[in-house]
């Protein structure tokens, strides 16, 4: 079946600019998961939905960034007055949802390349 | 807070030759431990998991191995290929659903 999918692959945009980025996760997943990846590290929690509600938005670094997820399927994280250290490539994930088991397992999607000038 | 430590940071190994890559995690309610595999410019995939009830678990040329008293956990793998070539991240996760990534081990493997 179909994986997680992130649009759009790649976003440029200038400094003090808003940008949206999408996700769709595998069907039937109700965990969706955000994670920031800059060079050369690994990825770093963001936030994280159980359904339409956020449950941890713990790792989210600021205000300027919000996430929304709606219907329980599709995410959109929202980062307002972009920075160029907003640049990184932002990773969203989904699982089944269960606690423990094999239902935890995170699928990542290929990420969205952000590059703010 | 929740750290995930990961070592070394890059390793080169002659193709048929094993590789070890080793972590350590913060916290002690940690019960979930997943290896990801990611090619440059790919998506994270995962590789192989750990449960903290489960000591080692095996998957062809792929070992993962935990030590809760510890905290240590590490991935082995045997009969490298140049395809194995990669950056491997461990991670874990704790009471909360999130997962703590480790910073990544570039692996090289030379024909």
């Known amino acids: 079946g179909a994986g997680v999918s992130q649009t759009p692959s790649n976003k440029v945009t200038e400094k003090g600019k808003y940008v949206e980025l999408r996700c769709d996760p595998i069907?039937?997943?109700?965990?969706l998961y955000w994670y920031r990846q800059s060079l050369g590290q690994g990825p770093e929690f963001l936030i994280y939905f159980q359904g339409t509600g956020a449950a941890d938005d713990s790792g989210l670094p600021n205000d300027r960034f919000f996430a929304v997820r709606p219907e329980g399927s599709v995410s959109t994280l929202k980062i307002q007055r972009t920075e160029r250290g907003d640049s990184a490539v932002y990773l969203c994930?989904?699982?089944?949802?269960?606690?423990?088991?094999?239902?935890?397992?995170?699928?990542f999607g290929p990420g969205t390349r952000l590059l703010v000038l | 807070g929740e750290n995930v430590e990961q070592h070394p940071s890059t390793l080169s190994v002659q193709e048929g030759d094993s590789a070890v890559i080793k972590c350590t995690y913060s916290d002690s309610a940690s019960n979930y431990f997943p290896w990801y595999k990611q090619e440059l410019g790919k998506r994270p995939q995962l590789i192989i998991d750990i449960r903290s009830n489960v000591g080692e678990k095996k998957d062809q040329r792929i070992a993962v191995t935990l030590n809760k008293t510890a905290k240590h956990f590490s991935l082995h793998i045997t009969e490298t290929q140049p395809e194995d070539s990669a950056v491997y991240f461990c991670a874990a996760k704790g009471s909360s659903y999130k997962l703590i990534f480790g910073s990544g081990t570039r692996l090289l493997v030379r024909p």
């Open positions: 069907s039937g997943h109700t965990a």
């Open positions: 994930a989904s699982s089944l949802g269960a606690r423990t088991g094999a239902d935890e397992t995170q699928y």
